[in-house]
């Protein structure tokens, strides 16, 4: 099982572009609530996969709330772990560029999932454990969630962390700095933008790749860095370093393709069978697991919203089997059946 930790929140997108020439009060979208928050659509993501997922967090008792509980339900996500509480539900406002890239204006006082209290234990069927985004910084349910890091680290288990860093929500950057940097020791694989390596370098911004060439020495066995469509870049504590390109699709959107490579990285990693403490890949390994990122974060990018791949989305070599060459993929669209909720 992989347990994934953090925040689930509502995303309010606009329902379509404005008209360059209508009527001053129409100068607002109509805006859509979808569910989202960086954690939320990751345990998606991975249950899309096929990979035995469960969701550690506290949602709103609300409307929202309920309705970010059906879903992980829908596509399979063990709620076992899952905190209730009567606060609201976070509201993420999401602005789409015309590049298809999107930014948010956060709604978080009082929320639900601020006050999320770390489990006594995880399932004992926990092998890795993934954390990430707003629930690192909002107190007090950021030092709950950096507990449960240091723990599950201390019990063995693979822990991934995608800061994914949102400026706006962080009231004090050189302590969030030096927090991250006490993570590193706690953290197995660490996936994060070039614009949040960049952050995270120093309060000028620094060059990514030499960031992330430094934090493999400081705990985490690899380093996956993002790059958007020019694709990613893997740094390992064993001096490896190899990159894929992107793949080629028309951009609707870039919602939920960083928490979808989230997905795909662990996902891939566990075919490989290297969800453990102290994993050891060979190059042409990563080459098929950053091959098998970078597709379905296209695929997720190819259409509106936080909307992740089904396995039966992505055909590929069996793992390990890709050779030294970039693995063959292949997209199917047919009809597909949701997996049956788990318990």
Partial sequence: MIIVAGEALIDL??????????PADDDLPALLPKRGGGPYNTAVALARLGSPTAFCSRLSTDHFGQALLSGLGADGVDTSLVQRGPEPTTLA??????????????????????????????????????FGTCSLVLEPGASAYEDLMRRASARGLFTALDPNIRPGLIPDAAAYRARFRSWLPHVTLLKLSEEDAAWLAGPEGGDPMTAAREWPAAGPYAVVLTRGGAGLTVLTRDGLELSVPGEQVTVVDTIGAGDTVNAALLHRLDSHGALTASPALEAHQWRDILAFAARAAAITCSRAGARPPYADELVMSPAGCSGPGAPTVDVRRRQRKRPVPRS
């Fill in 93 to 130: 406002v999401a602005h789409v560029g015309d590049d298809g890239s999107a930014e948010y204006s956060f709604h978080v006082e009082g929320a639900a999932d601020r006050l999320f209290t770390s489990p006594d234990s995880l399932p004992e069927a926990a092998r890795a454990i993934s």
């Fill in 13 to 22: 997108v606009p329902a379509g572009p404005l008209e360059a020439d209508g």
